[in-house]
């Protein structure tokens, strides 16, 4: 574990200890995920007061339960939904949700178990430009600085859409998060991290510092274990 990945984890477990202790989540076990939070769904809605959600047409969210509401949000608004399968273990490795053609409904078809019941799965040449990618954090700072659970996942999915084209900085990205996950300070950052540009909360929306985006991926960056993991990345790295 590098000097970067050891700092980002003291910041996490103080950041998950924190939502507990101040039951900002609706139950305990956070620590080691994307913690769910009291007033999801009111960021979502103040999320859909933005300009750029509302212009938007394609949008490319994360499965955690916490972005569940913006999830159900897109579908219910006939944006085109685009969601990774579970640690992209799948050669055709995201989720395609488009409104028009859904049998059961937003609400269902948003949840991670519903998404790989009805979606079409896609692979990244098959996909649209996106328009808005929404993550999930476990701390970010003003600058959009943010840390994840850790997995690295999140990091891997928006870089293969930046490699392609489909993410550049006309696309906004967002997380949603309670106040308590928003710090003053600054945040370890690795090469291969990209930033948010907005952060939204119950309460506010804070814009934060130029677009930060990785070109594409960083072979450097992921070990062996991960890319054998991935078969998209186990088939590049074959080639």
Not at 2 to 19: P, Y
Not at 54 to 78: E, I, S
Not at 79 to 101: G, I, N, Q, W
Not at 135 to 161: F, M, P, T, W
């Amino acid at each position: 574990m590098t000097k970067t990945d050891q700092d980002k984890s003291v910041v996490r477990e103080r950041i998950w200890e924190l939502l507990e202790q101040e039951h900002a989540v609706p139950e305990p076990g956070v620590h080691g995920h994307i913690p769910n939070f009291h007033g999801a769904a009111a960021a979502a809605e103040r999320l859909a007061e933005l300009p750029s959600w509302k212009t938007a047409q394609v949008v490319k969210a994360v499965p955690d339960q916490a972005q569940y509401p913006v999830r159900a949000m897109a579908l219910a608004a006939g944006k085109l939904l685009y969601m990774a399968v579970p640690r992209l273990a799948d050669p055709l490795p995201f989720y395609l949700l488009d409104p028009e053609t859904l049998p059961s409904s937003p609400a269902e078809a948003a949840t991670a178990r519903g998404a790989a019941d009805v979606a079409h799965q896609v692979g990244v040449d098959e996909m649209r430009p996106v328009d808005v990618v929404v993550c999930g954090s476990v701390a970010v700072n003003r600058e959009g600085v943010r840390l994840g659970k850790g997995a690295g996942y999140s990091d891997i999915e928006v870089a293969l859409l930046c490699e392609a084209g489909l993410v550049t900085d006309e696309t906004t990205i967002v997380t949603t998060v309670h106040h308590l996950q928003v710090v003053d300070e600054s945040l370890p950052e690795a090469e291969h991290d990209f930033r948010v540009d907005l952060i939204v909360t119950p309460d506010e929306v804070i814009s934060c510092g130029p677009p930060r985006r990785p070109p594409g991926l960083l072979w450097a960056s992921l070990t062996s274990e991960k890319i054998a993991s991935i078969p998209l990345l186990a088939s590049r790295a074959a080639t």
